[in-house]
């Protein structure tokens, strides 16, 4: 029975000390932040805190690699110096587009001057239209309208002279 006492006041001071300040001799265990806090101020990208920006990749060290006559693989038909040239054309062509796609970035139509423009706020006759139904088409090659000549400035269309009349299904 003495020992049952002597390990419930074991226990009891066990319990006490446990939840007690710090500053009763206790050492501190203050968290000094929480794991959520920790991985959410993580800077995955510390060194170069910009390689996944859009338009990145100019700042890297991109190269394709040198063709060696007698080492690198070079498809039928051509020797080692034409297919440098051909490799370095369409490196060159890929970098172009992606130079422009880039300059395209963050650039975006205000929605409120496309909504005023389309008549929306006024009387809805964008919803009236049978043709379009309030949507905005691309400009295509080709006239789609059946006339010769420019329609609304909208088109390269131009008149062939010795071409029949008739629009795009050939009626007279």
Same mark, same amino acid.
């Given at each position: 029975?003495q020992?049952?006492?002597?390990v419930l006041?074991?226990?009891?001071v066990?319990?006490?000390?446990? +939840?007690a ?9 203050a968290?000094?932040?929480?794991? +959520?806090?920790?991985v959410?101020?993580?800077d ?8 996944n920006?859009?338009?990145?990749r100019n ?5 394709i ?7 690198s693989y ?6 080692a ?9 369409e490196?060159?062509?890929?970098a ?6 880039v300059?395209?970035a963050?650039?975006f139509?205000?929605?409120t001057? +496309?909504?005023?423009k ?10 009236k239209?049978?043709?379009?139904l309030?949507?905005r088409f691309?400009k295509?090659?080709f006239d789609?309208?059946?006339?010769d000549g ?6 390269a269309a131009?008149?062939?002279p010795?071409k029949k009349?008739?629009?795009? +299904?050939?009626?007279?």
């Amino acid at each position: 029975m003495q020992s049952v006492t002597i390990v419930l006041a074991l226990v009891a001071v066990a319990a006490v000390q446990g +939840f007690a300040p710090a500053s009763q001799g206790r050492a501190g265990t203050a968290v000094q932040g929480t794991i +959520f806090d920790a991985v959410a101020g993580m800077d995955l990208f510390a060194p170069k805190k910009d390689q996944n920006s859009y338009g990145a990749r100019n700042s890297k060290n991109l190269k394709i690699g040198d063709i060696k006559a007698g080492k690198s693989y070079v498809p039928n038909g051509l020797d080692a110096k034409q297919y440098a040239a051909l490799r370095g054309k369409e490196q060159k062509k890929k970098a172009d587009n992606y130079k422009r796609n880039v300059a395209k970035a963050g650039v975006f139509e205000d929605y409120t001057e +496309f909504y005023t423009k389309r008549g929306t706020d006024l009387s809805q006759d964008w919803a009236k239209n049978k043709n379009t139904l309030g949507h905005r088409f691309a400009k295509t090659k080709f006239d789609w309208s059946g006339k010769d000549g420019k329609n609304n400035d909208t088109t390269a269309a131009v008149k062939t002279p010795g071409k029949k009349k008739g629009g795009m +299904f050939g009626k007279k």
